[in-house]
């Protein structure tokens, strides 16, 4: 599966932006799909998460209550609301595709075979 994420730009503190990821390719909904952001000097880190179904939603605790994830699986797409914004959520974005159906709530970008080319997110405060 291929993924194309965009959305990503310049806010201010408080501001709202939403991402979208495109996929193509391998029936998107056998996927669970994730969100990932890596700041610079860090390590990439984990966002939020939706399963294949769109049953279920996990998210890190420090977008909990502000970002929210969906999916739409006759568009191939996922979206990230972000609400709220704050400087450090200042980073790349990533989507990224899970197959492994034993691990579909996994958190790890390990998990994540397959990963889109990322869109910036700029917060100011």
């Known amino acids: 599966v291929q993924l194309q994420a965009s959305g990503g730009g310049l806010a201010q503190t408080g501001d709202s932006l939403r991402l979208s990821c495109a996929a193509s390719?391998?029936?998107?909904?056998?996927?669970?799909i994730g969100w990932f952001r890596q700041a610079p000097g860090k390590e990439r880190e984990f966002v939020a998460l939706?399963?294949?179904?769109?049953?279920?939603?996990v998210y890190a605790d420090s977008v909990k209550g502000r970002f929210t994830i969906s999916r739409d699986n006759a568009r191939n797409t996922v979206s990230l609301q972000m609400n709220s914004l704050k400087p450090e959520d200042t980073a790349v974005y990533y989507c990224a595709a899970n197959s492994l159906t034993f691990a579909a709530y996994s958190t790890a970008p390990v998990s994540y075979a397959y990963w889109g080319q990322g869109t910036q997110v700029t917060v100011s405060s």
């Open positions: 390719g391998r029936p998107f909904s056998l996927y669970s």
């Open positions: 939706i399963t294949w179904s769109g049953g279920s939603t």
